[in-house]
């Protein structure tokens, strides 16, 4: 017999039971949901969805290296075992006795009782089962992990959804079946905007929520719903908005500028190189001492506080320019590649480089130096219709609605274009010295790839290129 404290609730055509296991007997116990199925071939096709790698990479490795580690509740579907609810009637108890009118109180606390006999089948929560299994129950002993001390009476919340007695067993199995597919399908993990608002353990989360809040390039002034230089929701920028780039491109751009291959090489977090993280994305998960992180956004600030002193165009207006149609001859603005994701990421790319080669020791940069290093780039032409982003990141594509040509952002080629402007761009700013033979390979990779309209050339363009170098570079 096996007896669980228990609260009632209901939910449609579902009547479950919230109750606690330790994870021993969750581990023991509760078998996989994709077992309901009565059909192998089936069962064995929803067991190849449960990815290893997930389980052991990420949330074995939550569990063992994480005292704050929680789980939400597992949705476990009980069959056999003659359950029972016994209701606690919590009157009985006179300082209670205000509560005996309150059905809804008195018949939702209570004891659930099971002969013994009994199967549980986990509908939701299969990667958190088999890394409760990996750990205390491993399928290969030689591959055992050990468990935190004291997990296996560590307890988690468990939704227990039972059999109504009227109902027969195959009309439950199928009804088990669809409530494992809705779990399932409907489930919607969080969004990357949402990720990084939300998240405490990822420094680089952190540190881009800190810069919005405190750096004056990007944080509002006054109280705002929204940023009104970062867009908090979606990658995509589009013409016109203010934003100077989203939350998602700063994260990255951010991540980028911290990149030193000082960390490349030893690894990340303080300490000595034994105890640091090789791979950045195991780094994410576990936050760093807050002297460790607080050193980061020092470095990260002075990075920032450098290229908007070095570039000048960063203190444009975005909504000014930000139309791919402007190319400033009528007077207007024209479009910048400074405030596009693809020409932030060329900026960022080329600028940790010039870092790199720049700053006398890149683990104790100052600012006076980084400013210095990145001076290269405040001598480019940032305007998309100009060289080298004319044809390349910037290309004449037909638009069917008005049956005639107009610009826009890359699509096709995007990746190859994007690496080829970033090493154009190092050319130009002297970070590459290259010689004869090499810079005909890179003029040719860059023509090849240009997309111009009809009725202009490539013939002469790379001596626009060669004189904008001898001007960033001097």
Do not use: C
């Amino acid at each position: 017999m096996q007896l669980y404290p228990a609260l009632k609730a209901s939910m449609g055509d579902w009547t479950y039971y919230i109750v606690k296991m330790r994870m021993r007997e969750v581990a023991a116990e509760v078998k996989f949901g994709s077992e309901v199925h009565n059909d192998f071939t089936l069962d064995e096709a929803i067991q190849r969805t449960i990815k290893e790698s997930r389980v052991k990479k990420e949330i074995v490795t939550y569990l063992t290296g994480r005292n704050d580690r929680f789980f939400a509740s597992l949705v476990v579907a009980a069959i056999g075992g003659s359950p029972k609810f016994y209701p606690v009637s919590v009157s009985d108890d006179p300082q209670f006795e205000i509560f005996a009118d309150e059905e809804s109180i008195e018949q939702s606390f209570g004891v659930l009782r099971f002969s013994g006999d009994q199967n549980y089948y986990a509908l939701d929560g299969q990667h958190r089962l088999k890394a409760i299994k990996t750990l205390l129950q491993p399928e290969d002993e030689t591959e055992r992990i050990e468990p935190p001390r004291g997990f296996a009476n560590e307890e988690i919340s468990v939704l227990m959804v039972i059999r109504p007695p009227e109902s027969s067993e195959d009309d439950w199995l199928e009804s088990y079946r669809r409530l494992f597919s809705s779990l399932n399908r409907y489930a919607k993990p969080t969004d990357s905007d949402t990720n990084i608002i939300m998240d405490e353990d990822d420094v680089f989360a952190i540190l881009t929520r800190r810069l919005i809040a405190t750096h004056n390039f990007f944080r509002a002034p006054g109280r705002h719903i929204e940023s009104l230089r970062v867009q908090t929701k979606g990658r995509p920028l589009k013409e016109g908005t203010s934003h100077f780039t989203s939350l998602q491109q700063l994260y990255d751009l951010n991540e980028n500028l911290l990149t030193t291959p000082f960390r490349v090489n030893t690894g990340w977090g303080p300490g000595p190189e034994a105890e640091r993280n090789h791979d950045v994305r195991q780094f994410k998960r576990f936050r760093p001492p807050d002297d460790y992180a607080d050193a980061l956004f020092d470095e990260l600030v002075l990075y920032w506080d450098a290229l908007i002193e070095a570039i000048p165009d960063l203190r444009l207006n975005p909504s000014d320019v930000r139309n791919h149609q402007a190319d400033g001859a009528g007077g207007e603005a024209a479009d910048n590649v400074l405030f596009w994701p693809i020409g932030q990421d060329v900026m960022v790319s080329v600028a940790r480089a010039l870092l790199d080669r720049g700053l006398d020791d890149p683990n104790a940069p100052r600012l006076d130096q980084a400013v210095t290093a990145l001076s290269p780039l405040g001598r480019v032409d940032w305007r998309l219709h100009h060289l080298p982003w004319r044809g390349l990141l910037l290309v004449s594509a037909f638009n069917r609605r008005t049956n005639g040509r107009k610009w826009a952002m890359r699509n096709e080629g995007r990746r190859q274009a994007t690496d080829t402007a970033k090493r154009v761009l190092r050319w130009i700013t002297g970070y590459y010295q290259t010689n004869e033979r090499e810079e005909e390979e890179l003029r040719n990779e860059w023509t090849e790839q240009l997309l111009l309209p009809p009725d202009e050339s490539s013939a002469g363009l790379w001596n626009e290129i060669r004189e904008m170098r001898e001007h960033a570079s001097s």
